[in-house]
């Protein structure tokens, strides 16, 4: 099946720095891709779509200076945490559709997720 | 505003047993629904996935239903296998609109099945 890599898997920075986390689709292309926060215990928030080659859509609330989205090939969308401060912590996880067949296999797959700790 | 609820927050069965999860959700006009299972500090596996018209899906001893008018889905397991233990999330997806492609995420359910 279609595979979603996300990397780093986890990540540990001092307060202030910025984190990129990168979202790949190995085995097909992804013209959108979304990204998820999840705080513990709690279920996944949408924050934005990524749209390649055009900028991305945040949801209400999510702040895109301070979460900037980069889509800039089919199989890659950036998400880079700006200035990140210890309530930036989170689990953060992509995903991507398969656009391929038929509407029926429509699916969208998730990475395994990225874990920041912001100190 | 879609709201997605899932209930129980927690269920802890016996090994064999067969157990079932629910889901519902407060806007009827949605796409598909789709079943996931996420372990500790992992991303989401697709378990299923119900497209608004239909009825059910199967896949080895999981069988979700979609009750689309009165905005419930269900997660039937068979059989329930230590493996089995995890969260399990339902999200839907809504009927075009500007919120095209968008998932909306339930709660989700802890399950532990004990040997």
């Known amino acids: 099946g279609a595979v979603v890599s996300q990397h780093p898997s986890w990540v540990i920075c001092k307060s202030g720095t910025s984190v990129k986390i990168e979202c790949r689709s190995l085995d097909f292309q992804a013209t959108t891709m979304f990204w998820y926060r999840q705080f513990p215990k709690q279920s996944l928030m949408l924050m934005a779509t990524?749209?390649?080659?055009?900028?991305?859509?945040?949801e209400q609330g999510v702040e895109k200076d301070k979460f900037l989205i980069n889509h800039a090939s089919l199989t890659l969308s950036t998400l880079t945490v700006t200035s990140a401060h210890p309530e930036d912590s989170s689990f953060y996880i992509c995903?991507?559709?398969?656009?391929?067949?038929?509407?029926?296999?429509?699916?969208?797959?998730f990475g395994a997720g990225t874990r920041l700790s912001v100190l | 505003k879609q709201e997605v609820t899932q209930i129980p927050a927690a269920l802890s069965v016996p090994e064999g047993e067969n157990l079932v999860l629910n889901c519902s959700f407060t806007d009827s006009a949605i796409y598909n629904l789709q079943w996931f299972r996420q372990d500790p500090g992992k991303g989401l596996t697709s378990l299923l996935l119900?497209?608004?018209?239909?009825r059910e899906q199967t896949s080895g001893r999981l069988n979700a239903s979609l009750d689309k008018s009165s905005g419930r889905s269900t997660l039937y397991i068979a059989a329930s296998q230590p493996g089995d233990s995890a969260t399990y999330l339902c999200?839907?997806?809504?009927?075009?609109?500007?919120?095209?492609?968008?998932?909306?995420f339930g709660q989700g359910t802890i399950l532990t099945v004990h040997p």
């Open positions: 990524s749209n390649e080659g055009s900028k991305a859509t945040y």
């Open positions: 995903s991507a559709r398969d656009f391929r067949g038929s509407i029926a296999k429509n699916i969208q797959y």
């Open positions: 119900i497209q608004s018209s239909q």
């Open positions: 999200a839907v997806r809504p009927a075009g609109g500007t919120s095209y492609g968008k998932l909306t």
